[in-house]
């Protein structure tokens, strides 16, 4: 029987440029070769063979568009990986301080294509704390009080049931080391929030920022009470 080989993963994100070109895909944005390049401190050609590993070991996907590619992280699992990564690795160099250094993304930021940092954990445990969710360890649960909850809100629960996807997933936190909601319902309240103009993506960063005027709106929904990253 043929053993699954763990080392052609292990040494694709191990290289430290492509390491830097996935985190950078963390943002759940789709980059050129160039734009990547940069975020990992090397020359694009230097960035193309890199590239063309992680598509091939199915690690990214690509798409053309126009004159350009771009490259996005695979698929969740592989989102989830590199976030298990980010906080084993913090563990391990970092004791007394864990996740990102940068205050704006321990308090709220997007995790490949949901919420995290602190905006992250408190919209879980509102939302659990409701009886939307159901947290029992080893998976989380949506309630039909929460069903109907988003149906309200323009859910269509019946179509995210159809999906393979878990509409709900509990995805331990970089920088808070507690669950954020994740799974296709975690990515419908970012896309929704950001298409409302509740929350809004920092430039060229993870980051987000509540609205100034709307993210109240965002707060209120939810039952939260988040006072951190607010737009000027």
Same mark, same amino acid.
């Given at each position: 029987?043929?053993? @699954?080989?763990? &080392?052609?993963?292990?040494?694709?994100?191990?290289?430290?440029?492509?390491?830097?070109?996935? &985190?950078?895909?963390?943002?759940?944005?789709?980059?050129?070769?160039?734009?990547?390049?940069?975020? %990992?401190?090397?020359?694009?050609?230097?960035?193309?063979?890199?590239?063309?590993?992680?598509?091939? #070991?199915?690690?990214?996907?690509?798409?053309?568009? #126009?004159?350009?590619?771009?490259?996005?992280?695979? +698929?969740?699992?592989? %989102?989830?990986?590199?976030?298990? !990564?980010?906080?084993?690795?913090?563990?391990?160099?970092?004791?007394?301080?864990?996740?990102?250094?940068? @205050?704006?993304?321990?308090?709220?930021?997007?995790?490949?294509?949901?919420?995290?940092?602190?905006?992250?954990?408190?919209?879980?445990?509102?939302?659990?704390?409701?009886?939307?969710?159901?947290?029992?360890?080893?998976?989380?649960?949506?309630?039909?009080?929460?069903?109907?909850?988003?149906?309200? !809100?323009?859910?269509?629960?019946?179509?995210?049931?159809?999906?393979?996807? @878990?509409?709900?997933?509990?995805?331990?936190?970089?920088?808070?080391?507690?669950?954020?909601?994740?799974?296709?319902?975690?990515?419908?309240?970012?896309?929704?929030?950001?298409?409302?103009?509740?929350?809004?993506?920092?430039?060229?960063?993870?980051?987000?920022?509540?609205?100034?005027?709307?993210? +109240?709106?965002?707060?209120?929904?939810?039952?939260?009470?988040?006072?951190? +990253?607010?737009?000027?």
């Amino acid at each position: 029987m043929h053993e @699954p080989d763990i &080392t052609l993963i292990a040494s694709l994100i191990g290289e430290p440029a492509r390491a830097r070109m996935l &985190t950078a895909l963390m943002s759940g944005k789709a980059l050129t070769a160039t734009e990547l390049s940069l975020e %990992a401190d090397i020359t694009a050609q230097t960035a193309s063979s890199h590239l063309a590993k992680l598509v091939e #070991g199915s690690l990214l996907s690509v798409r053309k568009q #126009g004159r350009h590619k771009y490259f996005q992280l695979k +698929n969740q699992r592989v %989102a989830g990986l590199i976030e298990q !990564l980010l906080t084993l690795s913090s563990e391990i160099t970092l004791k007394t301080h864990t996740g990102p250094a940068d @205050p704006y993304l321990r308090q709220a930021r997007v995790c490949y294509d949901h919420i995290a940092g602190e905006l992250g954990i408190q919209l879980y445990d509102a939302l659990a704390e409701a009886n939307y969710i159901e947290d029992k360890q080893v998976e989380t649960l949506l309630t039909p009080d929460g069903a109907d909850f988003f149906e309200q !809100l323009g859910v269509c629960i019946h179509t995210l049931r159809k999906k393979k996807r @878990p509409i709900c997933k509990s995805c331990l936190d970089w920088s808070e080391r507690r669950n954020h909601l994740a799974g296709s319902l975690g990515q419908w309240i970012l896309t929704d929030a950001l298409e409302r103009g509740w929350l809004q993506r920092v430039p060229d960063s993870r980051a987000l920022m509540l609205d100034k005027i709307r993210g +109240n709106l965002f707060a209120k929904t939810y039952g939260i009470a988040f006072t951190g +990253n607010t737009e000027k």
